[in-house]
């Protein structure tokens, strides 16, 4: 209560000062909180991809050659659906396993005639649409039967390109032509926001033969293809369980390529839903520490701020000096001080921490994808269009966030200072300056 | 019965550039419920000496005992405990906090004591305001008071936690003759009326002369 006072009465006096505080209090929160979110969108569980925690993924295979003259030959890429189940096919404690299309590709789509639209597409099977939830305005999903249909097999679309496409949802049954081959709608989906990588399109096709067959250009190659598998783990799973058996399906794949004049890495797959965005392409493919990178960025965003927080605070206690040393001569303990301080400059840190905590959100919901554009080389094409919703940030973790960055900014910045003027000789202080 | 007593004081300043011996040799005692003023040039280490009796600071060397108390042996929150419970404080520009209104400038030393509730705290702070006419200021910040308001407020403060003694340093060196006047009354009342003991730095004779006792100081010495 007091406190809450205190900071009022600042305001007033020491207009420039307590604002000063407060800004720099906002801008800190607000940096924590926007790196919060964007390292968060990766993870958060929204429809379609509600099982994310749970979902791992593997994306490649690196494959050497061993053969005579062929030393420094190597190659890396997606897996063909041979080596995907021989890696990860009926692995204990998976629930489900999917394969898809290892990247998303631009594609054209004609109906009637008409020029033709230009559309994202992935290719997934009949268990993509299991391990995610997908809301079917009209009709269903494929199966995996359906998928090596060759004649004519089916396709499901987005609300958005439906429309696009045909200027109505209720297109079941309706055909459309892709590369000179006709298909036939099964379903039209809820459009997926493309911050959703693995589930975002707008034309969802068949994963046919043609995707999952091998490389020919050399027998070793024959296990890389375009294919990514996605794993949804068994509640309760233990991933570094799944990753000893994967290593050893490895062991045994390196022995048939041994034969095929080649071999190849554990790369330490699968991955979570965190690290699946993040992999490279490169040979030896290190999961680099993400949480300690991340916590010294926190850092940073915090103690440097701090700093320059920690001056002010020591301004404004100039002024208060013969305050403290009146409470002192009256029987103040300097743990009674420091306590005082800690708790008035916790009021301010908490005005600047609620400031930041709503900028983050407006910049995240309004001005968040020209910056993901930047920030983000991977995936420029769905990082552009990509502005997450309300509810992908809304999320007690991001509250829990700010209040423990003010707690922490808050104990940074006051801490020195505050216990500095307690220790001051009381009669020295009392006599620093005329209040 | 001493209820002050200063042995050999001595206090150094050391800044950069001098050493001040502001305090040289000063063997003092001072009886309970006596009323005793302090006076001296300017720069002749009054308020240093009141400083170290009221245990806000410490002596270069010699030793320093208040009601029987070898200040020197204690910590921190012991001597915090020991001001708050024996001693009220009077300066001349009153000190008062101005973020805080009237009556919670008085009830600071209450909120450092151990075990007082709010009730019994705010029944304790309209006794004293009421005792010393301050009533109708309660709710008024010290900056919507006058001077010799002000010091009644300070001098409100210094009493409410029922100190055995009571240091001012030039309680009225801020105030006109009347105000003065009146505060010099009111510190009469606490030593007659409640027995209190009080030392009071003071340039003025005719204050003075009304005290039990004078000790004069020159340059750090005692000279009567
Ligand atoms: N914190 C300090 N650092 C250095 N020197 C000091 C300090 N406080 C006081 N002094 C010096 O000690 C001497 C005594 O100071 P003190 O304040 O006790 O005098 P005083 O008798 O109260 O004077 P006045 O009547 O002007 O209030 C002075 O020479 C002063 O300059
Ligand atoms: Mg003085």
């Known amino acids: 209560m007091n406190y809450i006072r205190q900071l009022f009465y600042d305001m007033r006096h020491q207009k420039m000062m307590t604002w000063v505080s407060i800004g720099g209090t906002a801008v800190s929160i607000f940096l924590v909180l926007v790196f919060f979110m964007y390292n968060s969108l990766p993870t958060v569980e929204v429809a379609p991809e509600t099982h994310r925690q749970r979902i791992y993924g593997a994306m490649k295979l690196y494959v050497e050659l061993t053969g005579e003259g062929k030393e420094g030959w190597n190659a890396s890429g997606g897996l063909s659906y041979d080596a995907a189940q021989k890696l990860y096919g009926d692995l204990d404690g998976v629930e489900a396993i999917s394969y898809v299309s290892s990247g998303s590709g631009s594609i054209n789509v004609i109906v009637d005639g008409k020029p033709p639209v230009s559309s994202i597409a992935i290719g997934v099977d009949g268990n993509f649409w299991k391990i995610y939830n997908f809301n079917f305005i009209t009709g269903r999903p494929f199966t995996e039967e359906e998928c090596l249909n060759t004649t004519r097999p089916p396709i499901v679309l987005s609300e958005k390109m439906a429309r696009h496409l045909f200027g109505i949802i209720d297109v079941v049954d309706r055909e459309v032509n892709i590369g000179g081959r006709p298909y036939v709608v099964v379903g039209v989906v809820e459009d997926v926001n493309p911050i959703l990588r693995n589930t975002w399109a707008d034309v969802y096709m068949p994963l046919g033969e043609e995707w999952r067959k091998g490389w020919d250009n050399q027998p070793a190659y024959v296990f890389l293809g375009s294919l990514k598998v996605l794993l949804l783990y068994a509640e309760g799973t233990d991933p570094e369980n799944i990753k000893a058996q994967v290593r050893s399906r490895y062991a045994t794949l390196n022995s048939e390529l041994e034969k095929l004049g080649g071999k190849t890495q554990y790369d330490n797959s699968p991955y979570d839903a965190e690290t699946m965005g993040k992999n490279s392409w490169s040979k030896s493919p290190t999961v680099t520490n993400i949480a300690a990178k991340r916590w010294l960025v926190y850092a940073l965003l915090l103690l440097l701020p701090a700093i320059n927080l920690s001056s002010m605070m020591r301004g404004r206690l100039q002024h208060r000096i013969s305050e403290i040393g009146v409470r002192r001569a009256y029987g103040a303990r300097r743990r009674d001080i420091v306590g005082q301080l800690l708790g008035e400059n916790f009021v301010v840190t908490i005005v600047g921490g609620c400031i930041g905590l709503i900028l983050s959100y407006v910049f995240m919901l309004f001005f968040s994808s020209a910056f993901f554009s930047m920030v983000d080389r991977w995936s420029s094409l769905a990082a552009k269009m990509a502005t997450p919703t309300f509810s992908m940030l809304f999320s007690w973790q991001a509250f829990a966030i700010a209040l423990g960055a003010c707690f922490v900014l808050n104990v940074l910045t006051a801490s020195v200072p505050a216990w500095r003027a307690s220790s001051l000789q009381p009669a020295l202080a009392i006599s620093k300056n005329k209040s | ?224």
């Open chain 2, 1 to 224: 019965m001493e209820i002050i007593k200063l042995k050999d004081v001595n206090k150094v300043y050391r800044t950069k550039e001098i050493e001040t011996l502001a305090l040289e040799n000063v063997n003092l005692d001072i009886k309970e419920g006596e009323f005793v003023s302090i006076m001296g040039p300017s720069g002749c280490g009054k308020s240093t000496l009141l400083n170290i009796i009221g245990l806000l600071d410490t002596p270069t060397s010699g030793t320093v005992k208040i009601m029987d108390k070898m200040t020197a042996d204690m910590n921190d929150s012991q001597l915090s405990a020991f001001r708050n419970a024996n001693i009220g404080f009077v300066f001349q520009s009153f000190h008062l906090i101005p973020s805080l209104n009237v009556s919670e400038n008085v009830a600071l030393p209450l909120v450092y004591r151990h075990g007082v509730s709010a009730s019994e705290r705010h029944k304790l702070v309209d006794d004293v305001l009421r005792r010393l006419g301050l009533s109708h200021r309660m709710r008024h910040l010290p900056g919507q008071l006058s001077g010799g308001q002000c010091q009644r407020v300070a001098i409100a403060r210094a009493i409410v936690g029922d100190p055995k003694i009571v240091l001012a340093d030039e309680p009225t060196g801020n105030l006109d003759s009347k105000m003065g006047q009146e505060v010099m009354d009111i510190l009469h009342k606490l030593n007659k009326e409640d027995g209190r003991t009080i030392v009071m730095v003071t340039h003025n004779e005719a204050q003075a002369r009304m005290t039990d006792r004078i000790i004069r100081f020159f340059d750090g010495r005692q000279v009567e």
